[in-house]
């Protein structure tokens, strides 16, 4: 299986400040069509999962424009630039370009 | 607006078995398969599987090939989990999901 490695476990941020979260894939999420199925999904306290990001850097609709996607091969990036404060829960990365799987998370709190 | 709604909480004893479902709505059924993710109290989410919404073929990760029952009904926009002789370590909220949405969870307990 492919292991998602995700770094830090837990982000502690203030509101206005611009974090990231490093996902890191055992092998790489690169297909043979050309595509990387690499997601970002938050989780908020008591709701499912809700998708962020797609394909890499691919806003999911209706998502705000300060979430940014970006990486190749093994080495992936989530970026938030402006923390707000419904921006608070956890964050899974997931891949499907070889047997589905998810990341162990990242817990954002805020300051 | 597309929508996956599933069944209520379950409360259920080791060794009974259960089914959830997740109807569908806003799309069609058949234009996207339907996957299935487990997440334990306190816990990361596991991916179950899936099953293809045009053929009705179910693909079951490695931990999920025994007790564990994808189905349809396309008839309903539905899709179902079965899970057969339960355990306590089922206790879990499962969640189906598309492409982009997923259901609310459904809670599952399993205890004496």
Known sequence: ?111 | QIQLVQSGPELKKPGESLKISCKASGYTFTDYAMQWVKQAPGKGLQYMGWINTQTGKPTYADDFKERFVFSLETSASTAYLQINNLKNEDTATYFCARKAYWGQGVMVTVSS
């Open chain 1, 1 to 111: 299986d492919v292991v998602l490695t995700q770094t830090p476990p837990t982000l502690l941020a203030t509101i206005g400040q611009s974090v990231s979260i490093s996902c890191r894939s055992s092998q790489s999420l690169l297909h043979s069509n050309g595509n990387t199925y690499l997601n970002w999904l938050l989780q908020r306290t008591g709701q499912s999962p809700q998708p962020l990001i797609y394909l890499v850097s691919k806003l999911e609709s209706g998502v705000p424009n300060r979430f940014s996607g970006s990486g190749s091969g093994t080495d992936f990036t989530l970026k938030i630039s402006g923390v707000e404060a419904e921006d608070l829960g956890v964050y899974y990365c997931m891949q499907f370009t070889h047997y589905p799987t998810f990341g162990s998370g990242t817990k954002l709190e805020i300051k």
